[in-house]
């Protein structure tokens, strides 16, 4: 091997062939790939995944900006790949239309936070991720989780009353008498993505467990 | 500044046109390993003190953590082995680098582009690409440094001397190759014109793998394959082995881009083939561990600093070869996938591996091309030393951390709290690990700091002995 043309010739082949196979045929095959449009049990013509509001949207950008992505995942892994699916983190497995319409697809590489994938179903409806944002630790004991206070402001309560944004907080977080903590847009941008996370909705290529109906006639 | 500019009396001019540029890339990489580590050892802490610093955004975790591999990859690992790549080609190839003053230029782009980068990730926050973190506007520029840098490798070994080319301008070469082809077209899918979905994970992978296989450790063998030999007086056992084991590196390193996404959301033939050739870079690994091993001068090793990394090296070579073999397959991926271990095994390959590859170059190098050996001994033992201890603590709290977390993880029954909590000792560990590390790459930094001074003496003297003859003179009158 002792010509210079040898060479180049074998690493822009090597390099070429590489390409090819891990990056255009994935696209080749993913490219074109469109949102699921199912009727469903009210009839209604529903398009999955949908495109994020307005407001969620932008916290897709907080997320990104604060590199939540370096401790939490949001990739649900298959029922016979590891305990995802047993300890509640989704109903089944993540799959490549799930992430169809992120600007920025965080799949994310570490689990020293929980995954997210299902974030939204686990706050539910009527608890709220602002708590959590401002004081990890509050809602879980021990969290490591970074607090992210710099999304929130700490003001003397106005004359007109208190916020009714005002978080409730308790024991060493919460604000002293005469105070209140407020989050600022970013933080209910943050908390509006958080919520709108969730791929509990039935793919051809991902079927959701089927639900014994306790309800059904027998 | 009008003081007088003698040329010391042991300058040589053939050293300036190949020096210059090597130093100053070697002297900035050096710098760059002290904050990048710096940076590390604080994301580090935060791992498990999460009120450190809290209320200031620019120090979120995430960002830290970008900042510190970007620093450390872009600026540490990436600068000197460039340097060094340059510096191989000159020396194989028995000519000068091509065009030292544009080097030279292209060095202070990078680093200014990284500083700017850097403060960017903490200003802005990381683009979400782990392979490619920098605000996308610097990126394009720091690809077109990389690229006219790269070229002017492929100018210089077209000027080389007839004859054989040696495993070292292989290695070099195909990192030179590799680094725009992989910038450029990581930069057009997921920049400027995006792809949609996990597509850009794929790619994201495929880039991040590319630049560990592809440009860091090609680099690296480099540097092994030319010093062990050199040093140790010692030629090649087997020039076979070393054709077969290059052309199989190049060949199945380029494949494994996506051996880490197993269970996540993409095509699971391109993980399969990623796996296979995961697996099968053993075959590389053992023609290269062979070579390397075989000439390996023991008697040498007490005389040699440069060996001594040398030697870690080609252990950490081999060790983290069959590592990348033994958690590609999917029963391994799918318990220790996503947990600290792959942490681990990055640490090792590039800490254990690329890093004391490039510092027996570095210090090979710099006392040919300053002219004088480094002036302090022990400052090197001890480098190698602490390396080696923090090194170890590092890897083998990430990797046991990582292991006992894979497999609470992979049991649905064990609550998240509960594998969290687990894991906080092995992450302080880790950080006491670094802590070690960190404060060993001191040394090398004073080391060569004396070395410049000492270099720039002969010019300084004058100077001085025109300002105390004038103070005598004053004070005699």
């Known amino acids: 091997m002792n010509h210079g043309p040898v060479l180049f010739l074998g690493l822009v082949t090597t390099l070429v062939a590489s390409w090819t196979g891990l990056v255009a045929l994935p696209h080749r095959q993913l490219g074109a790939l469109q949102p699921d449009v199912s009727t469903n049990a009210a009839g209604a013509v529903v398009s999955y995944p949908a495109a994020r509001s307005g407001e969620a949207a932008q916290g897709a950008e907080v997320y990104r900006s604060l590199g939540c992505v370096a401790c939490h995942t949001q990739q649900v892994r298959p029922e016979n790949g590891g305990g995802d699916i047993a300890r509640g983190w989704g109903k089944r497995r993540t799959v490549a239309r799930d992430h169809l319409f992120d600007p920025t697809v965080l799949l994310g590489s570490s689990r020293l936070g929980p995954d997210l994938a299902n974030y939204g179903e686990r706050l539910g409806t009527n608890s709220f991720p602002l708590v959590r944002l401002y004081d990890p630790s509050s809602v879980a004991t021990n969290s490591t989780c970074a607090p992210v206070t710099f999304l929130f402001e700490k003001r003397p309560i106005r004359s007109s009353g208190p916020s009714s944004e005002a978080l409730v907080l308790k024991g060493t977080a919460a604000p002293p008498a005469g105070s209140e903590v407020v989050p600022t847009l970013r933080a209910r941008q943050l908390a509006a993505y958080l919520r709108s996370l969730s791929t509990t909705v039935e793919l051809p290529e991902a079927l959701l467990p089927l639900v014994e109906d306790a309800n059904a006639p027998k | ?477």
């Not at chain 2, 610093?53 to 000197?80: K, P």
């Open chain 2, 1 to 477: 500044m009008n003081r007088p500019a003698p040329t010391p009396a042991n300058a040589n001019p053939s050293c300036c046109a190949t020096g210059l540029p090597v130093l100053y890339l070697l002297g900035g990489s050096i710098l760059w390993l002290l904050a990048g580590l710096g940076l590390a050892l604080l994301a580090s802490l935060k791992q498990h003190q999460p009120w450190l610093l809290a209320s200031c955004e620019w120090v979120t975790y995430g960002r830290l953590d970008a900042a510190s591999r970007t620093a450390l990859v872009h600026g540490f690992f990436s600068q000197m082995g460039l340097g060094l790549g340059l510096w191989l080609l000159a020396r194989t190839g028995g000519t000068k680098i091509a065009a030292p003053g544009l080097v030279f230029i292209a060095g202070l782009v990078w680093n200014a582009i990284l500083t700017l980068g850097v403060a960017g990730i903490l200003v802005e926050g990381p683009s979400g690409h782990t392979s490619l973190e920098l605000p996308q506007q610097l990126t394009t520029v720091l690809t077109v440094v990389m690229t006219v840098l790269c070229l002017l490798g492929f100018a210089t070994f077209a000027k080389r001397a007839d004859g054989p080319t040696v495993p070292a301008q292989w290695f070099v070469l195909t990192a030179l190759f590799a680094l725009p082809v992989l910038a450029i077209t990581s930069q057009v899918t997921l920049s400027f014109f995006p792809v949609r979905g996990v597509l850009q994970s794929v790619i994201d992978g495929w880039n991040g793998q590319g630049l560990l296989l592809l440009w860091l450790a090609p680099l690296a063998l480099a540097s092994l394959y030319f010093f062990i030999p050199d040093i140790g007086g010692r030629p090649l056992r087997s020039p076979a082995f070393a054709k077969l084991g290059f052309w199989a590196w190049l060949f199945f390193a380029s494949w494994t881009g996506a051996a880490s996404l197993v269970g996540g959301p993409v095509p699971a033939w391109m993980v399969t083939v990623s796996i296979a050739a995961s697996v099968l870079l053993l075959i590389p690994v053992a023609f290269i561990s062979l070579n390397l091993h075989l000439v390996a001068p023991v008697s040498a090793l007490g005389r040699s600093t440069a060996l001594r990394f040398a030697a870690l090296s080609a252990i950490s070579f081999t060790v983290v070869g069959i590592l990348i073999a033994l958690i590609a397959p999917r029963c391994a991926q799918q318990v220790l996938g996503l947990t600290q271990f792959p942490v681990a095994v990055r640490e090792l390959f590039l800490f254990g591996f690329v890093g004391p590859a490039l510092f027996a170059g570095f210090y090979a190098v710099v006392p040919k091309l300053a002219g004088r050996e480094f002036p302090c001994r022990i400052s090197p033992v001890a480098h190698l030393g602490l390396t080696v201890i923090g090194l170890g603590i590092m890897v083998l709290s990430s990797g046991v951390g990582g292991w006992l977390q894979g497999w609470a993880l992979a049991d649905g029954k064990v609550g998240f709290p509960e594998v969290a909590a687990h894991l906080q000792i092995w992450l302080k560990l880790h950080t006491l690990g670094l802590a070690v590390f960190a404060f060993g790459q001191t040394p090398v930094l004073a080391n060569s700091a004396w070395l410049l001074v000492e270099c720039l003496l002969p010019f300084g003297k004058p100077a001085l002995a025109l300002f105390t003859e004038t103070s005598t003179a004053g004070a005699g009158k």
